[in-house]
């Protein structure tokens, strides 16, 4: 289940389950989006992208969702691993002054139980 | 060469210390970028060089001094720090324009600051 904690909200799931981690971004005028996965002491590590002509895109176990009416984003795993357990951000480019920067939504812990 | 390298890996300064951060990559990149992660947070933007020039500085106190000497090299200079600044600090690049953006982040920096 879900929950969320003093800082980030964490998703348990059993291994071999399907995982859905959402994210909501700030600015509808965001062009963008990444999602990424941290694990303890590492930078983000990508995992999939999507731009907003798109409302969907598939990679290999993932795939992620754009509904841009609501601002939101989702990041579906199929098969969960042991090996996926790890933060996962979302996040948008925006531009600022005439150049594009990357902003992280909050973050969501995944928890992968045997 | 698909790597942003950061170093040092940790690094514990004093509050009177003067200290670097080094960041470079190889991909031909043309966009260098500095974030500060605290514990169970997103990352926040810090800088943003566009082809060797400083293009966004997100308001960050002067103790943090970005400099780009050339395409390959991001450094952040560090002096008189708190120990609020204590985070770690991760270098990011890519090209602007390119079709997958190809935002890449380095494993980051550990500072501890005493």
């Known amino acids: 289940g879900e929950s969320v904690g003093l800082h980030l909200p964490t998703l348990s799931v059993q291994e071999g389950d399907n995982s859905i981690i959402n994210c909501a971004y700030s600015n509808s005028a965001s062009d963008y989006f990444i999602w990424y996965k941290q694990e303890s002491g590492k930078g983000p590590q990508f995992i999939i992208d999507?731009?907003?002509?798109?409302d969907k895109r598939q990679g290999q176990r993932v795939t992620v969702l754009l509904n841009k009416t609501v601002k939101h984003l989702s990041l579906q795993i199929a098969a969960t691993q042991p090996g996926d357990s790890a933060v996962y951000f979302c996040?948008?480019?925006?531009?600022?002054?005439?150049?594009?920067?990357?902003?992280f939504g909050a973050g969501t812990r995944l928890a992968v139980h045997p | 060469d698909t790597e942003v390298t950061q170093t040092p890996k940790h690094l514990v300064m004093g509050m009177t210390n003067k200290k670097s951060l080094k960041c470079e990559q190889h991909?031909?990149?043309?966009?260098m970028y500095w974030y500060k992660q605290k514990a169970k947070k997103p990352p926040e933007l810090m800088f943003v060089y566009s082809y060797e020039k400083l293009s966004i500085n997100e308001s960050v106190p002067s103790r943090f001094s970005p400099e780009c000497p050339n395409s390959s090299l991001l450094n952040l200079h560090l002096h008189a720090l708190q120990p609020e600044d204590s985070a770690l600090y991760l270098c990011?690049?890519?090209?602007?324009?390119?079709?997958?953006?190809?935002?890449?982040f380095g494993s980051g920096t550990r500072l501890t600051v005493v």
């Open positions: 996040a948008e480019r925006s531009f600022s002054g005439g150049y594009n920067k990357l902003i």
């Open positions: 991909m031909g990149h043309r966009a």
């Open positions: 999507i731009r907003s002509n798109m």
């Open positions: 990011a690049s890519n090209t602007p324009g390119r079709p997958n953006y190809g935002y890449t």
